[in-house]
T-cell receptor
Framework: RKEVEQDPGPFNVPEGATVAFNCTYS??????FFWYRQDCRKEPKLLMS???SGNEDGRFTAQLNRASQYISLLIRDSKLSDSATYLC???????????FGTGTKLQVIP | NAGVTQTPKFQVLKTGQSMTLQCAQD?????MSWYRQDPGMGLRLIHY???????DQGEVPNGYNVSRSTTEDFPLRLLSAAPSQTSVYFC?????????????FGPGTRLTVL
């Protein structure tokens, strides 16, 4: 089993739709969780951290489910500019390393 | 601030050649790291550094060396390039480690080894 697992997609959704991605992780002791966004042939950039209580930033909502060991990202009212690959990041061991998932590709269609 | 810069942007090497990928940051970050990104594999950690003079191995360190003589610079050396090292390489930095801090990435170096 991969340590951090994501559905690669692609998720093809129309503009205005709501879409959700999940990311499962294998280490129950993991402490920190992030979502990064990566545009085609560009570097990853932080989208949002994921807090235990869940957090929201505009149209984006991130949640953590420790019992089932997954994090989720919900995007409401999808825009064409949301088209990208979304990377799940989890610390799997120690304090100096994090593990990236392989990413979920989102394509928002006009 | 330039953030994290990487040179070169593209490089083609022949098997057995050596080269150094440059990485620099101007944010006074203590933590710096190198990742490689391959299709279907995600970003994998090669080496990282928690401060000047301190480096450690990541998930895939074989065939690569690093040094950290200054806070700003963290070069990655390929000792004897192999086709398996064809990849996109990203350098990243964060204030004090990736556990709770955002990592800032450079634009990447696309390396092809023939």
């Amino acid at each position: 089993r991969k340590e951090v697992e994501q559905d690669p997609g692609p998720f093809n959704v129309p503009e205005g739709a709501t879409v959700a991605f999940n990311c499962t992780y294998s280490n129950s002791a993991s402490q920190s969780f992030f979502w990064y966004r990566q545009d085609c042939r560009k570097e990853p950039k932080l989208l949002m951290s994921v807090y235990s209580s869940g957090n929201e930033d505009g149209r984006f909502t991130a949640q953590l489910n420790r019992a089932s060991q997954y994090i989720s990202l919900l995007i409401r009212d999808s825009k064409l500019s949301d088209s990208a690959t979304y990377l799940c990041v989890v610390n799997m061991e120690g304090y100096q390393k994090v593990t990236f998932g392989t990413g979920t590709k989102l394509q928002v269609i006009p | 601030n330039a953030g994290v810069t990487q040179t070169p942007k593209f490089q083609v090497l022949k098997t057995g050649q050596s080269m150094t990928l440059q990485c620099a940051q101007d944010m006074n970050h203590e933590y710096m790291s190198w990742y490689r990104q391959d299709p279907g594999m995600g970003l994998r950690l090669i080496h990282y550094s928690v401060g000047a003079g301190i480096t450690d191995q990541g998930e895939v360190p074989n065939g690569y060396n690093v040094s950290r003589s200054t806070t700003e610079d963290f070069p990655l050396r390929l000792l004897s390039a192999a086709p398996s090292q064809t990849s996109v390489y990203f350098c990243a930095s964060s204030l004090s480690g990736p556990l709770y801090n955002e990592q800032f990435f450079g634009p990447g170096t696309r390396l092809t080894v023939l």
